[in-house]
């Protein structure tokens, strides 16, 4: 059964909420096709940063890119890619700073990976006294 739980505004002090979805929340998400044969689905998001899923088919490839206002945390989930001059599998991170160009090209099954843009820009939350 798909499971997607939030938690009330405010409930932990703060104005973010906690959202838990399970694989088949995930599965059944929106997704938005970025470019042939690349789709996303957005998890979560809060002002400009955002957190998401991005699937490329074999052989599919983002291009190459950089980002002014954000960091990008990507973990690969399944398949394999290439990105910054290494191939990754499951369970490999990158972490890719401002202004770094970068690619990402899937390997013959494709890949999956989570990703986060988080805006250097913006402020840390206020947490109530």
């Known amino acids: 059964m798909a499971t997607r739980l939030e938690n009330r505004p405010g409930a932990f002090g703060g104005e973010d909420r906690s959202v838990l979805l399970d694989a088949e929340a995930i599965a059944g998400l929106p997704r938005r096709t970025q470019s042939p044969g690349v789709t996303t689905a957005m998890l979560w998001r809060r002002a400009d940063s955002h957190a998401g ?7 599919a490839r983002l291009g190459a890119h950089t980002h002014r206002r954000h960091v990008h945390h ?6 394999e890619m290439h990105c910054l001059g290494r191939d990754l599998g499951p369970g490999s991170y990158v972490y890719v700073p401002l202004g770094i160009e970068h690619d990402s090209l899937a390997g013959p099954d494709g890949a999956a990976f ?16």
């Open 114 to 129: 989570f990703y986060l843009y988080h805006d250097v820009r913006e402020e840390p939350p206020v947490t109530p006294v």
């Open 74 to 79: 990507v973990w690969v989930v399944e398949g």
């Open 53 to 59: 899923v991005l699937w490329l088919e074999p052989g």
